[in-house]
């Protein structure tokens, strides 16, 4: 009779693990199915958009601008269907279990009701939203408790460096899953990639202040990627009353608040003394029409012009608003190939994405009233339209903690 028990429990046990895996491979293949389908979707708009505005105004500019795109639709589309065939055909594939321990469990049932959580610091809060979300997003049969709250408040994308090269804003893919799922608005002003921070805040300046009069009922969330973050926090500075009025807070993703070290490696070290003819008559023409070597974009973002800037200006920084930070961190094998590339020409000792290293990407100690995040596993181009990073469950996460920690306006 015990054998015969034995047998028929490990029969049950195994017809689980069938269930089991069964779930895990559907859900794996409709994520790549949804990822895949997006991806022919905005592609094929993105490039009647662009032949519409070709067309209407011819010029090599909107040539380039076509190719681009050309380029970035097909890589993306190529990437998503190797993706979605590898699904199909990977069965073995053992997807994420979601195995909480009690100080999770607590976690998501006190955000949920919406108790204090006294014990656990900021970064493990958000740590375990991320990761419950994220889950959420594989797994899309899974009931969370964690829910998006309801806000009226537009998500503004501030882009960061060279983003120029690219056909969408950073994190725009998530932005738009934001706007169709809980009808959340998005605004992305342009930043110039290979400009200076003072540059792009009187960008943002001009942009926000205009959109502001056509839309005055809104409230503005500014989601500043990379450099965006810096363009923001000296908008920010200079500022005050617009956003004491009109802006919620700042959430910066990979940004190097603190500044890049990286200027300080030796290529461009090489490179900038060119600087050194400065007074010569050849320079002085060309620096005329161009910034040679981009010098106030490098000294925006360098290390040692970042650090006293933060230092001197963070007490004229808008009080009413709030201030995130998180950061990523990924090892070279991990990474995406022009992230590879970055790490092999600036190696660093320190942890970072590929571009922006750990220990510049969060906010200091000394500025009290930021809410740092924590660093999670990811490269530097997460928040491009095709990657596979979960930045919807990113920009969810953010919105619920924010909601927990009551500084939505």
Not at 58 to 66: E, G
Not at 216 to 229: I, M, P, R
Request: charged share 25%.
């Amino acid at each position: 009779m015990d054998r015969h028990l034995k047998l028929n429990q490990k029969f049950y046990d195994q017809i689980d693990k069938i269930k089991s895996k069964t779930m895990r491979y559907r859900s794996h293949l409709e994520r790549s199915k949804s990822h895949l389908e997006i991806a022919r979707t905005i592609s094929k708009e993105d490039i009647f958009d662009r032949l519409g505005a070709l067309k209407e105004n011819p010029s090599p500019k909107d040539v380039i601008y076509l190719f681009r795109n050309l380029l970035n639709s097909g890589v993306w589309i190529s990437r998503s269907t190797y993706k979605y065939i590898s699904a199909s055909i990977n069965y073995t594939e053992k997807g994420d279990n979601q195995v909480l321990n009690e100080d999770e469990i607590e976690i998501i049932k006190a955000i949920s009701e919406g108790r204090e959580l006294e014990n656990y610091s900021e970064e493990e809060i958000f740590r375990v939203i991320f990761n419950e979300m994220e889950y959420s997003h594989y797994f899309p049969d899974h009931e969370s408790l964690l829910q998006v709250p309801k806000t009226d408040i537009t998500i503004v994308l501030v882009s960061g460096v060279f983003n120029e090269l690219f056909s969408t804003a950073a994190f725009e893919r998530a932005a738009i899953h934001m706007h169709k799922k809980y009808g959340i608005k998005f605004y992305a002003p342009e930043v110039n990639g290979f400009k200076s921070s003072k540059y792009n805040s009187k960008l943002l300046e001009r942009q926000l202040s205009k959109y502001i009069s056509e839309n005055k009922d809104e409230t503005l969330w500014l989601v500043a990627f990379s450099k965006g973050g810096l363009d923001s926090l000296h908008f920010l500075a200079q500022n005050n009353s617009f956003a004491k009025e009109h802006i919620v807070g700042l959430s910066t993703i990979a940004s190097p608040i603190m500044g890049s070290d990286h200027l300080n490696h030796t290529l461009f070290k090489v490179l900038n003394g060119v600087h050194h003819f400065s007074k010569t008559r050849v320079y002085q023409i060309l620096s005329q029409k161009n910034d040679i070597m981009a010098r106030e974009f490098q000294k925006s973002i360098s290390s040692t012009y970042q650090r006293p800037w933060l230092r001197k200006n963070y007490e004229n920084l808008p009080k009413d608003i709030f201030y995130t930070a998180l950061g990523f961190k990924s090892e070279w094998y991990e990474s995406h190939f022009w992230m590879i590339l970055t790490k092999i020409l600036f190696q660093s000792s320190s942890k970072n994405d590929g571009v922006v290293d750990t220990t510049n990407s969060l906010f200091p100690k000394y500025f009290e009233e930021a809410h740092n995040l924590g660093i999670h596993e990811g490269h530097h181009l997460v928040g491009t339209r095709s990657s596979f990073f979960c930045q919807e469950a990113l920009i969810e996460s953010l919105l619920i903690f924010v909601n927990y920690k009551k500084l939505l306006k």
